[in-house]
């Protein structure tokens, strides 16, 4: 039964219950856009109440009051969206009040909500949103939003019963997770959840601080959390997810990680999600008929469903969230998202063999320790000879050398196995796994032209970002695009050769690149002088450096940080000068050295030659904020050494 408005009134507003307008008089105390100078709205209060039931299901009602402070917060607010998914959720906005700055009260009718399909890019699972459009606002107005729903946000198994569907998976069970950050200034933040009193509730608020209290009444607990004077969060460049560092409650009514574990293993093999079928044995037949061993095999079959299943969510029906569509329905469709690529490789693997089950992670931030469902991602899994549990991911490597993607390496995961399993971790890749190796050698001239020939090789997520420049691009802008990256450079080069392989043939070996080229009027060149810099220093294909990207202006920093991927860099480049010629200074080189950020160049002239090395040795994915003094050095470093110009003197 769907719960009235008025269900609740929270704590926060009792000290106005004694006004004829509480709103009015509330906004009358709460400033403008001369209190919130770099803010186009203000949230007066933002407060919710929910009300689990015994089977988990929630009813939860949304009040929250904003006040428009700047033009650009009027037209944000000329609309109100809601969205939901209609297969786990049912959604209502209740009412809107407009208090306009001139005293006046407008109140929109509830017939003016529309409900339409929400916007959606390569997962179509028929999310909606609700919208009422507010109209004109003026800096001074504000708006008061009613909401109401109830369900969850993640699809299961359907039923006929209208309550039922929103039942949550784990039946019985309630979680949540509670952003308390903002990028508008808010006043004051509630939360509220009334639960049974026989369901237990961990919870833990991460990040800073809250005020909290727990109370009986009419036989369930209310819990009760208030933050206050919320300021805009301020966002780092490169820095971790906003949930690892802003503030957050989690809770669930989940025993811990293991019940977990145990229970999304037991729902997927009560379902059937990784039975195989004729046609699917007969497919792992033939791509395994050449296969040489156990690795082999692992490998051929998990390739093969990254490249083959294409990532689009069409598919519909039973089988959402956490329950993963049958394997039969994946090897039909050729197509999902994460889960089903997952149980393709579970289906395809127990066909060949292997113990294979599925597993949850969180893509793009960290898993913290209360139960709740920090989940965007699903995995496979795959028990080796050996007994240990080896991570596959067939949604990250299509054209990556490696079976599970380094660009995941730190990263929170849960197994879905039958013995139960807890949270873990996923280890450091070791940075020379991700070489970057550029190799050349040239020649000056007295005229400017610099010619010459470099190869470049590079490995696991360095390889997959070198090989898109032909992967992500039509074969007709192959040489274009290579050709690109040169002339970001050296805009006047000319490529004579190039060898890149097949780009394609990614399990034969790392990709190697060889182009030979000429550049006219490369140098500076004066009577007595040829002024140039070190072209294989010059960091072009930046693509396989996504350290450079970091924005080393910042002088320290508040929340960790994060690269792509552990990297090693060798950048190496032997120079012929013209008879007569000497380098002002035959010796330079600068290096730094930390605990997971090293640098190391030099610049020496031999004869005609000059010798240009530089290594770079980045050892972790995401850093600390301490860490970032030696990881900047390092990457200014490098910056500063592509710039670092070689002046010969003629004799």
Known sequence: MKKNLLFFQLVLFSVFLASANPVKDLLTKTGDISDYPNSDVLVVFDSTHVDVQETGLSYVNTHRLYKVLTTNGAKRLSVIKYG???????????????????????????????????????????????MIAVGRLDPGDAVEVFLFRKGFTYALLQSDDDDERYIPPMRGHYYDIVEFWSSDPVITKVYQVAIPHDKPLQYEFY???????????????????????????????????FPDVFP?????????????????????????????????????????????????????????????????????????????????MNFTDRCGVCKDKAGML????????????????????????????????????????????????????????ELWSSAEQQQNYLMGIPEGADLAITPLSP???????LNGTSEIYTDGTLTGKFTLTAEGQTDASIRGLFTRNFKDDWEAALKREILRVAPLAEVTEWDF???????????????????????????????????????????????????????????????????????????????????????????????????????????????????????????????????????????????????????
């Open 84 to 130: 939901y998914d209609p297969s786990s959720a049912y959604a209502e906005i209740q009412k809107v009040i407009i208090y306009r700055k001139d005293g006046t009260i407008d109140e929109l009718s509830p017939e003016t909500v529309t409900d339409y399909p929400a916007p959606a890019r390569m997962i179509y699972w028929g999310a909606r949103e609700k």
């Open 207 to 241: 990040n800073g601080e809250v005020q909290s209290s727990a109370v009986f009444r009419n036989n369930k607990i209310i819990y009760t959390f208030i933050k206050k004077n919320i300021e805009p969060y301020k966002r780092e460049h490169g820095m971790v997810g």
């Open 431 to 437: 940075p020379e796994n991700h070489f970057f190796r």
């Open 346 to 401: 579970i289906t395809m693997l127990r066909a060949a063999g292997f113990e294979s089950y599925p597993a949850m992670t969180m893509a793009g931030s960290r898993i913290d320790y209360i139960p709740a469902d920090q989940f965007n991602h699903c995995v496979t899994l795959v028990k080796m000879n050996s007994g240990e549990y080896k991570l596959l991911d067939p949604t990250w490597v299509p054209f990556v050398r």
């Open 501 to 651: 392989g097949d780009p394609y043939d990614y399990l034969s070996g790392p990709i190697i690149i060889t182009v030979k080229y000429r550049i006219p009027d490369y140098a500076m060149v004066t009577d007595h002088e040829i002024i140039f810099q070190s072209l294989v220093a010059s960091n072009f294909f930046k693509r396989g450096m996504a350290h450079l990207y970091q924005n080393t202006d910042l002088e320290e920093r508040k929340h960790p940080f994060r690269d792509r991927c552990s990297r090693l860099v060798e950048l190496t480049e032997t120079i012929t000068v013209p008879p007569g010629y000497t380098a002002t200074n035959q010796s330079y080189s600068i290096n730094s050295k930390g605990d997971y950020a090293i640098f190391d160049g030099s610049i020496l002239q031999s004869g005609n030659t000059i010798n240009v090395e530089e290594t770079i040795i980045l050892k972790k994915r995401i850093y600390d904020p301490g860490d970032w003094e030696s990881y900047r050095e390092a990457v200014k470093n490098q910056k500063a050494f592509a710039d670092r110009s070689i002046i010969l003197i003629k004799d």
């Open 248 to 328: 957050k409650l989690l809770m669930s009514t989940s025993p811990d990680w293991q019940a977990k574990s145990l229970w999304f293993y037991g729902v997927n093999e009560d379902y059937g999600s990784f039975e195989s079928t004729p046609e699917i044995q007969s497919k792992v037949d033939e791509i395994l008929a050449e296969a040489k061993n156990e690795l082999d095999s692992i490998t051929i079959l998990t390739h093969w469903v990254g490249d083959e299943i294409r990532y689009s969510g069409i598919s519909m029906g039973e089988g959402e969230g956490f329950t993963l569509h049958s394997g039969e």
